[in-house]
Structures are given as C-alpha cells and as structure tokens.
Antibody
Framework: QVQLVQSGPEVKRPGASVKVSCKTSGYSFTNYAMAWLRQAPGQGPEWLGWLSTNGDSNFYAREVEGRVSMTADTSTNTAFLDLRGLRSDDTATYYC???????????WGQGTLVTVSS | QSVLTQPPSASGSLGQSVTISCTGTSSDVGASKHVSWYQQHPDKAPTLLMYDVSTRPSGVPDRFSGSKSGNTASLTVSGLQPEDEGFYFCSSHAGSYTFLFGGGTTLTVL
C-alpha cells in the first residue's frame, strides 16, 4: 500500500535551516509529483510548492521562494524539503503529499512539526 | 493567511445533513474545475474526500457530495455519522501550479 513516512520533529533557532524528508513506498515514485504544504494549528494548509520527482521541474510558492528547495532521491524514493532563514512564523506541521491527477493530493505523510523559537 | 473562506464551525445532529461552504474569487474557485475537499481528524494527516468539485475517490461514502456555484464551492454531508466529526478544508487550483486552501471548518455531530 502507498505510504509516505516523514522525518521526526525539529526545533530550530531563528535564522537556521531545516531539512524534512518524506520516504515513500508502495508506488512508482517517479510517476507522481510530490507537493509540500504546511499547517499551523487550527488552520487550513498553506501551499509551499511541488517537485517533479523525475527531476525536470520545481514550482515554489511566492511566500517561500528564495528560502526553499525541494529535491528527490530516486534511489531511495525519498523527497526532501529544505527551508532556510527560519522565522517564528515558519512554526507549523509540514506535510508531503502525493499529487494525483495534477490537481489533488491523494496520500499525505504523517506530518513533521517544525518549531522555530529562540 | 487562508485565501479561501470557510465558516470556522458547522454542526448537525446524527442522521441529518450539513453543508460547508468555500468561497474564493473568479480567479480561483470561480474559474477552476479543480476544487477538492479534505477531511482531517485530530493529529492525523488529511484524507482526500472530493475532487474536481463533485467526484468522490474510491472508498468515500456517497453521503458526501460536492457542488459549486459561482465563486463558492460546497461540501454536503448527508446522514451524519459520529465518524464524520473532524476538520474539513477545501482547495482550489489557482493556475500556474498554484493551489489555494481554505481556513478549515470544524464539524461537530450532535
């Protein structure tokens, strides 16, 4: 069955960087793009961007462009999110989600809580 | 931060129906065939409930239905069950690989 398993919680200081991983199984990794989103408590998600897992394109939200990188390791079927220059308002649960049909997200990781605090 | 507007809460009695709205603009919800809905239980990852406005993925009960009129999409849950309690949010494609989300609605089954 399809599974997306993310790395564990992180606590970072303002200005630091964080790297979140999303290890997939149960499907052909390069046949689906991978999206990254984040969600603050009690709110809807925020779109961060998506990664073409066959390596030919990335699309980042304007809100994080310049601070974010999304990459994939096809040898381990794992996607990665790097976020730099962390600020307190980056505190959220970060999710990877498989893009299905180009416009919706059919399988999600369990989420990774990133806390930015001095 | 949420661009699509949803009511923060909704409720209905067991067996009754409830409708949750998701309002955007003519540039997103109004223009898009690709509006989807997600259900999320506490401390769990979201699950896809509806896509392309009114299409249910395999395994989603037909008690869930979707529609759209103008700039507002709606999710209706009929025959409310206790397991329907949770957090619901909408999403709309907004062009150029961009997606917008609603702020979410907490559904309570009375």
């Amino acid at each position: 069955q399809v599974q997306l398993v993310q790395s564990g919680p992180e606590v970072k200081r303002p200005g630091a960087s964080v790297k979140v991983s999303c290890k997939t199984s149960g499907y052909s990794f390069t046949n689906y793009a991978m999206a990254w989103l984040r969600q603050a408590p009690g709110q809807g998600p925020e779109w961060l961007g998506w990664l073409s897992t066959n390596g030919d394109s990335n699309f980042y939200a304007r809100e994080v462009e310049g601070r974010v990188s999304m990459t994939a390791d096809t040898s381990t079927n794992t996607a990665f999110l790097d976020l730099r220059g962390l600020r307190s308002d980056d505190t959220a649960t970060y999710y990877c989600a498989r893009v299905w049909g180009g416009y919706q997200f059919d399988f999600w990781g369990q989420g990774t809580l990133v806390t930015v605090s001095s | 931060q949420s661009v699509l507007t949803q009511p923060p809460s909704a409720s209905g009695s067991l067996g009754q129906s409830v409708t949750i709205s998701c309002t955007g603009t003519s540039s997103d919800v109004g223009a898009s065939k690709h509006v989807s809905w997600y259900q999320q239980h506490p401390d769990k990852a979201p699950t896809l409930l509806m896509y392309d406005v009114s299409t249910r993925p395999s395994g989603v009960p037909d008690r869930f239905s979707g529609s759209k009129s103008g700039n507002t999409a709606s999710l209706t849950v009929s025959g409310l069950q206790p397991e329907d309690e949770g957090f619901y949010f909408c999403s709309s494609h907004a062009g150029s690989y961009t997606f917008l989300f609603g702020g979410g609605t907490t559904l309570t089954v009375l």
